[in-house]
């Protein structure tokens, strides 16, 4: 994300683990922004993600690859997991979530994730 000349560095880590989950994030918070999401792209990087804020549903449109989707409530704690979400999907609204990442399919796994693990936001700019 581009501030000025200075650049904003998202990093999410696992709360109890420490292990950075991603640290490309992509912030989508604005209307336009959530609706386009990850449509049309080609694919996402491992490292990669897309933090959709406010958001508590998400479809795969299309969208070329499949994804993995971590919904969040406000403390950033996991309330739902969607593993390998292919193209042309939705999913049912969580009434719980308050923001959600859509991550490369199969990073849930990878980072052992589960329902009730916090997640951690680490700001910091880059000129």
């Given at each position: 994300m581009?501030?000025?000349?200075?650049?904003l560095v998202i990093r999410i880590k696992h709360g109890s683990t420490g292990r950075c989950l991603?640290?490309?994030?992509?912030l989508a918070n604005t209307f336009f922004k959530r609706l386009r999401g990850l449509m049309f792209?080609?694919?996402?990087?491992?490292?990669?993600?897309?933090?959709l804020r406010p958001?508590?549903?998400?479809?795969?449109?299309?969208?070329?690859?499949?994804i993995d989707v971590i919904f969040l409530d406000r403390e950033l704690r996991i309330v739902k997991l969607?593993?390998?979400?292919?193209p042309f999907r939705v999913t049912k609204p969580h009434?719980?979530?308050?923001?959600?990442?859509?991550?490369?399919?199969?990073?849930?796994?990878?980072?052992?994730?589960?329902?009730?693990?916090?997640l951690e936001v680490e700001r910091s700019d880059r000129s």
């Open positions: 581009t501030i000025g000349n200075k650049s991603t640290d490309r994030v992509e792209r080609r694919s996402l990087a491992p490292n990669q993600a897309l933090w958001c508590n549903g998400v479809h795969t449109f299309w969208m070329l690859f499949a969607v593993e390998n979400m292919r009434l719980g979530a308050r923001s959600v990442l859509e991550m490369a399919a199969h990073s849930i796994s990878s980072a052992g994730l589960k329902v009730g693990d916090a």
